[in-house]
């Protein structure tokens, strides 16, 4: 168990909808990444906030948002969606994430979009 | 970047032998290195890391090689277990410049270890 957590574990909606990922970082880790991996494009970054405030954007859509709380969660929004949202999203974090350090993953949320 | 699925290389070894897992990164700039193991349906499992400044790296039963003339990771599993089957990335963390460091993934290598 890494102790970061992610909610729901599984999540089926249809193309248009929009939905909301929820991710709750390591106790003390005020960094929280979000990666998506599908079957055809591997781990890819979206997304890094730090103590609130986004520090990194990666290969995120536009229909994608996402935020990180006074209490350190974060939320993944995703809109508008389409069949190739279909992924498997995961959170990380990391104490800092300003230096080299090792990234945890929680056990990711399984989005379905049919 | 790869896909996890169909198209990943895949390294089948028998129960007992040791593995090898081979990475190359893309990146000269990339100073700190991670091992990460993914299970069917879960997470990345951190197994172990590199810092630039080291060419070797032991752990239980793992030992991470790193050869930065070639940009390339090994990631060696002794006595290779049926629970040690899974995927394997290799990851390089590199700053931005920008105040934030990141992680680009490798490919992966399934690993099936046959009792």
């Known amino acids: 168990d890494s102790g970061v957590t992610q909610t729901p574990k599984h999540l089926i909606t249809a193309t248009g909808q929009r939905v909301t990922l929820r991710c709750s970082p390591r106790?003390?880790?005020?960094?929280v990444y979000w990666y998506q991996q599908s079957l055809d494009q591997g781990l890819q970054f979206l997304i890094q906030?730090?103590?609130?405030?986004?520090?990194a954007k990666g290969n995120i859509l536009e229909r994608f948002s996402a935020q990180q709380f006074p209490d350190l969660h974060s939320e993944l929004n995703l809109s508008s969606l389409e069949l190739g949202d279909s992924a498997l999203y995961f959170c990380?974090?990391?104490?800092?994430?300003?230096?080299?350090?090792?990234?945890?993953f929680g056990p990711g949320t399984r989005l379905l979009v049919l | 970047g790869e896909s996890v699925g169909l198209h990943l290389p895949t390294l089948s070894v028998q129960e007992g032998d040791n593995s090898i897992i081979n990475c190359a990164y893309s990146?000269?700039?990339?100073?700190?290195f991670i091992w990460y193991k993914q299970e069917s349906g879960k997470g990345p499992q951190f197994i172990i890391d590199?810092?630039?400044n080291m060419d070797k790296r032991q752990g239980q039963r793992v030992t991470v090689l790193l050869n930065k003339t070639v940009k390339h990771l090994s990631l060696q599993i002794a006595a290779t277990q049926p629970g040690d089957s899974a995927v394997y990335f290799c990851?390089?963390?590199w700053g931005n410049g920008a105040g934030s460091y990141q992680l680009t993934f490798g490919k992966g290598t399934k690993l099936s270890v046959i009792p």
């Open positions: 990851a390089e963390n």
């Open positions: 990146n000269s700039a990339s100073d700190y």
């Open positions: 590199i810092r630039s």
């Open positions: 906030y730090y103590n609130g405030e986004e520090r």
């Open positions: 990380a974090s990391s104490v800092a994430g300003s230096g080299p350090e090792t990234q945890y």
């Open positions: 106790s003390g880790d005020l960094s």
